[in-house]
């Protein structure tokens, strides 16, 4: 659970560190509702299954207390627009002077922003999608009754993924690989890159917003 959590509460500002105790109880639901709901037939772990069972109480949480509101949404949608229009002119990643110019922004303030719309990450898959689609948590559906077409669009997600990452800018893809290959938290990741808490959430939500521009191309269709 507190690994979920890490990865969640990344994309989060430092002022969420008071919600560690309100997390891991919804964390600690939701693992119960996976132990009663886990069929070994289904041929899905059950370390899988656990997980997306206690990140979705904890979203459901985080939801709850609005950190991820619909104007919370459509600021992110509005600038991962922004993000994916200029790199479709530039054809690459965008660096962070180029997207502040691009969106007349001082650097500190594109910081900021990015602080600031950092929770939009947290419906990264959603955000793939155009709007007014069904979103790809939908498409995806439940890995216990997942069907063929949902499995083959999982694993063409996951190798567009790995080749979106690859792209990314070094220390993008140094923090990604710190949060997701070594799990560690918000506050251990800041310290092996050499910066704050909040400045961790700045990159995470850049490194996103590449991701999801070099995604929805090819998933939009």
């Known amino acids: 659970m507190k690994r979920v959590w890490a990865r969640l509460k990344v994309s989060l500002p430092p002022a969420a560190e008071h919600l560690d105790d309100d997390l891991l109880q919804c964390g600690a639901v939701g693992l119960v509702q996976a132990l009663e709901n886990f069929r070994p037939e289904s041929g899905v772990p059950f370390e899988a299954w656990a997980r997306l069972r206690i990140r979705g109480a904890m979203l459901d949480e985080l939801r709850r207390q609005d950190w991820i509101s619909k104007e919370s949404r459509r600021r992110w949608k509005s600038l991962q627009a922004e993000v994916r229009n200029l790199e479709q002119r530039l054809g690459r990643i965008s660096s962070e002077e180029e997207l502040a110019g691009h969106l007349g922004l001082g650097l500190d303030a594109l910081r900021e922003l990015l602080l600031q719309n950092a929770p939009g990450t947290m419906v990264f898959l959603d955000g793939l999608m155009p709007d007014g689609s ?64 909040g400045r961790v959430s700045q990159i995470y939500a850049k490194a996103v917003l590449h991701l999801q521009a070099a995604l929805a191309g090819p998933f939009n269709r």
Do not use: F, N
Request: charged residues 20%; glycine residues 6%.
């Open 134 to 197: 069904q979103t790809w948590s939908e498409q995806l559906a439940d890995p216990m009754q997942a069907g063929t077409d949902a499995l083959a669009i999982r694993t063409e997600m996951k190798a567009a993924l790995a080749q979106a990452i690859a792209g990314l800018p070094e220390q993008e893809h140094q923090l990604l690989y710190l949060l997701l290959e070594q799990e560690l938290g918000h506050k251990e990741a800041a310290a092996v890159l050499g910066v704050t808490p």
